[in-house]
């Protein structure tokens, strides 16, 4: 019997809108609509997603093709604080992995982008200067350009014969004497210096601080020639360095020596071989020491020797010796000013240093925060990837810095001369050594391609930063800003804003398209589409999969739905190749009551399917508010009243069941409207008479046959006397004006005015 | 001394100087004119920091925006720099505006203008300059509200100005 009563009802709904087509196009005046292609939101993105193959898998894994090449480094290293200019040879071991053959190798000197004929100022479509400092303006305007760039004095072969090579800009090709096979090495050597620029100048991610006594801050990068990346996917990533989108780098080991002043303090990539040597006795203990120190962090140079040691003025000089495993880049910073703290932390058994070090003028922040930010760093972005594989994390204080090299980091944060500082200036320190040390797992480990995809690590870093921070301090970060600080830029002014997945170089709005959009719909996803349950293991399987090789971002969209058994392709359409934005609003809500006499749209169906009033099924039906066929008393009346629905609960069900059933007394027509480009989930707050809240959240899917407006009936014991869309904020909805019914015939502003006078 | 005044001028050519920043250089001014009250009501939304910036150079001194540094009278020193930065033609007519408050939110503050008494709106010009000076990629966008009438003017360097005929 029920059973039957159910197919009789779908039978005419069915019908019913079958018929509905019908009649529609027939009253549509015949014009042949033009065909088109699948336009539909929610298809996949085989149009945009490469084909996979043996490198790079279906699935988002790397391939049982996958090859990487290794390139180890044997470096010396000179700098001369006295010129301002760093001497460097090198010994380069390249080994072929891939199996293709090679017949010349590309190298990055990125050093000359600072060149005095370098094309990046060239490109520059920019008006005149607000002002010109006296440096600025002989720059610009003098013909004294910064000397920078590099000098390459050789490059030799193993036996000291001197190697052909040609410099595009800021690309050396090195001719092989012979192809390089397939499993075979390549060992070269290049000598080169170059003078270091002033970074509060002519900017720069390394370069030096001068301080008012003379004194040096030197944070080195970018600082020798580096192999470029020969991958699966691009062959050789040789596209120019204009100074903007970052680096591409193979893996490998680096041994590096490092002469400096006498009276330096250094650290760098990699750990310290001769730490007696370049420590006082009471440092190196003191060093040693700190490796127990879980807790809090202790001096190593302690703010007295540090003071003391920017008083004087070294000629003499000590060679610092480091070894780097399996790192893609190396960098250090040096300079007599330095303090250095340290604190160990303990990631699941394994401990890790957490150094910071940092000028005088750091502090009151740098030794209240600064190394406990980067322990909070490194433990919360193992929990959310995997465990920190390098012994140290450092963090370097450097004015109007925020830059990032494996194990090492340069950032920005400095109190008033008078110590004090604010919230802000707080927050801001904090939130970069929190983005600059993730940045070790992304891109430095989890080794994506920064010069053609910005998003890949500035974005998911900066996604796994909003996590972080919330746990170093909730009252400082709040979670609640996000996704909603994206609006402003996706309701803007759409000749600014590109795709997400366009080249770092060439986007307007740099921060925004490349780090606080994808971040915030990684935040989206994860608190609202997937779950963090959900997410959190295919994100830890993507981070687990490309750890130590080089991801696309088509090996992120694939392996986060392939590891979580959710269809993602419309966000990453929308989201990540648009520049679409998400607007849902709530259109109208109409109010139905419960009626046992047919409504004139049930006498048309019987019409329609040739029976008779009679002949319809036993049936309840909802009349609307606003319909003539409603009639006042209907408001009283409730479902059990009618004796259909009566019988059919007593005839199907036990009692046990029927203590259960609850009839619900309102209903409503709900109508939402998309006047965005984006599909989302609808989540919708319902809010009844008596003050209690639900929540419901219909998922993106729901847009997928009609991508204007959609109608929902949602029924409940109690009257609904407020509906909110989007409640909280989480899906980014641009405008929230039309969020809520009824209406809020208030506007801000007004709000603003009442609340203003009343206060 | 003289070498920290020099870093705080170099500050100025060089807005965009850090790879982390989550920034974009744009304001946005919503304006509602609501016939019944006579009103044109105007919210305007700037970065602190970035005004911030921009004050403490007028000033010469750290205002300490939002903060609980912040200088006592800091009212006073928004509304100058609106009178100077944000000017508003109705029907041909310059008008000045009451500062009904601000608000800080996050990284935002916004300001509550009104102009009153205007019976009948024929056009409506915009003018918004703010932060121009100090930030090279600066845009201020104007989003204009009339009855059913929606406009929305981006505003930049080169092109301060939005007019509105009705």
Not at chain 1, 494 to 509: E, T
């Amino acid at each position: 019997m029920k059973k039957l009563f159910f197919i009789a009802i779908s039978l005419f709904l069915i019908s019913s809108s079958l018929i509905a087509q019908e009649v529609e196009e027939k009253t549509e005046p015949k014009k042949e609509k033009e065909g088109h292609y699948n336009i539909n939101k929610f298809r996949q993105l085989h149009q945009e997603l490469p084909t996979p193959n043996k490198e790079h898998t279906a699935s988002g894994a790397p391939g049982y093709e996958y090859t990487q090449q290794q390139v180890d480094y044997k470096m010396d290293i000179i700098l001369d604080d006295e010129n301002q200019k760093l001497f460097g040879e090198e010994t380069i071991t390249y080994h072929n992995n891939s199996k293709d053959v090679l017949e010349y190798l590309w190298v990055q000197l990125d050093q000359n982008m600072r060149a005095p004929n370098s094309k990046t100022p060239d490109i520059e479509g920019e008006g005149p200067g607000v002002l010109y400092t006296p440096g600025n303006f002989t720059k610009s305007f003098m013909g004294k350009p910064f000397p920078g760039g590099f000098n390459i004095q050789h490059v030799k072969d193993i036996n000291g014969n001197a190697i052909g090579y040609m410099i595009n800009q800021t690309m050396m090709r090195i001719d092989l004497p012979k192809p390089l096979a397939s499993g075979e090495k390549f060992i070269f050597n290049i000598k080169w210096w170059y003078n270091i620029n002033n970074y509060m100048v002519d900017r720069g991610r390394s370069g030096y601080e001068s301080f008012p006594d003379g004194n040096k801050l030197y944070v080195i990068a970018q600082f020798f020639p580096r192999l470029a990346v020969y991958n699966n996917v691009e062959g050789w990533q040789n596209m120019q360095f204009w100074g903007r989108s970052e680096f591409a780098l193979e893996f490998g080991n680096y041994q590096v020596s490092i002469t400096t002043p006498k009276d330096h303090i250094l650290n760098a990539t990699g750990v310290i071989q001769n730490p007696k040597e370049v420590f006082t006795k009471e440092q190196y203990k003191r060093y040693s020491e700190a490796k127990n120190s879980f807790d809090n962090p202790v001096f190593i140079v302690t703010p007295q020797e540090a003071l003391e040691a920017e008083k004087g003025k070294e000629t003499k000089t000590k060679t610092w010796k480091f070894y780097a495993e399996n790192v893609r880049d190396f960098g250090f910073a040096s300079s007599r000013k330095f303090i250095w703290d340290a604190m160990a932390v303990d990631i699941n058994g394994k401990t890790v240093m957490a150094y910071s070090l940092y000028p005088k003028e750091g502090n009151p922040l740098w030794e209240e925060h600064s190394t406990r930010v980067v322990a909070n760093t490194l433990k919360v972005y193992s929990e959310h990837t995997f465990d920190y594989p390098y012994p140290h994390a450092t963090s370097i204080n450097a004015q109007r810095q925020g830059m990032e090299y494996p194990m090492i980091c340069w950032n920005y944060g400095r109190p008033g001369p008078d110590g004090k500082y604010t919230e802000r200036t707080k927050s801001g320190m904090i939130g970069v050594i929190t983005h600059e040390v993730g940045h070790n797992f992304f891109p430095m480990i989890v080794n994506s391609d920064e010069r053609q995809w910005t998003w890949m690590d500035e974005g998911i870093n900066s996604f796994v930063e909003i996590l972080a921070e919330y746990k170093y301090d909730s009252e400082l970060f709040p979670m609640s800003k996000y996704p909603k600080n994206i609006t402003g830029y996706m309701a803007g002014d759409q000749s600014r804003i590109a795709p997400i997945m366009s080249q770092g170089d060439n986007v307007f709005n740099f921060g925004s398209n490349a780090y606080a959009k994808p971040a915030a719909g990684l935040f989206i996803l994860r608190q609202t589409i997937m779950g963090p349950e959900l997410f959190d293991h295919a994100f830890k399987t993507y981070a687990k999969r490309w750890k130590f090789k080089h991801p696309t971002p088509a090996d992120f969209f694939r392996t986060m739905e392939d590891a979580s058994a959710m269809d993602l392709d419309w966000f990453w359409r929308g989201w990540f190749y648009t520049t679409g934005y998400n607007d849902i609003g709530i259109k109208e809500v109409k109010k139905y009551h419960v009626t046992d006499k047919p409504t004139q749209q049930a006498k048309d169906l019987a019409t329609r399917y040739g029976i008779t009033i009679d002949q319809l099924p036993p049936a309840l039906y909802l009349v609307s508010e606003d319909s003539d066929e409603f009639t006042e008393d209907l408001k009283n009346k409730k479902a059990e009243d009618y004796s259909i629905l009566n019988n059919y609960i007593e005839e199907n069900f036990t009692p046990e069941e029927k203590a259960d059933l609850k009839a619900p007394k309102y209903f409503y027509e709900l109508k939402f409207e998309k006047p965005g480009d984006l599909v989302m989930p609808i989540i919708v707050e319902f809010e009844y008479e008596d003050g209690t809240k639900e929540r419901k959240q219909y998922p993106a899917q729901i847009w997928r046959l009609n991508d204007d407006e959609v109608t929902k009936v949602f029924h409940s014991s109690k009257a609904i006397t407020k509906i909110t869309v989007d409640p909280d904020e989480q899906t980014a909805d641009v405008d929230l004006t039309n969020n809520s019914w009824p209406k809020n015939t208030e506007t801000k502003f007004e709000q603003f005015k009442k609340n203003q006078i009343k206060g | 001394m003289k070498l920290k005044k020099l870093y705080f001028f170099l500050l100025l050519s060089i807005p965009l100087f850090a790879f982390t920043m989550h920034k974009y250089y744009v304001s946005l001014c919503e304006i509602e004119y609501v016939e019944d009250q006579k009103s044109i009501q105007i919210i305007l939304g700037l970065f602190i920091d970035d005004l911030e910036f921009t004050l403490n150079k007028d000033a010469k001194k750290n205002l300490y925006l939002a903060s609980t540094e912040e200088v006592q009278n800091i009212d006073a020193y928004y509304k100058e720099y609106l009178n100077n930065h944000f000017k508003v033609v109705v029907n041909n007519k310059a008008q000045n505006f009451n500062f009904i408050g601000k608000e800080y939110d996050g990284d935002i503050v916004r300001f509550y203008l009104e102009i009153t008494d205007i019976k009948e709106l024929k056009s409506l010009q915009i003018t918004n300059t703010s932060l121009f000076r100090d930030f090279e990629n600066q845009q201020n966008i104007i989003k204009i509200k009339v009855n059913k009438f929606n406009k929305t003017f981006y505003l930049d360097k080169n092109n301060p100005k939005g007019l509105l005929n009705f």
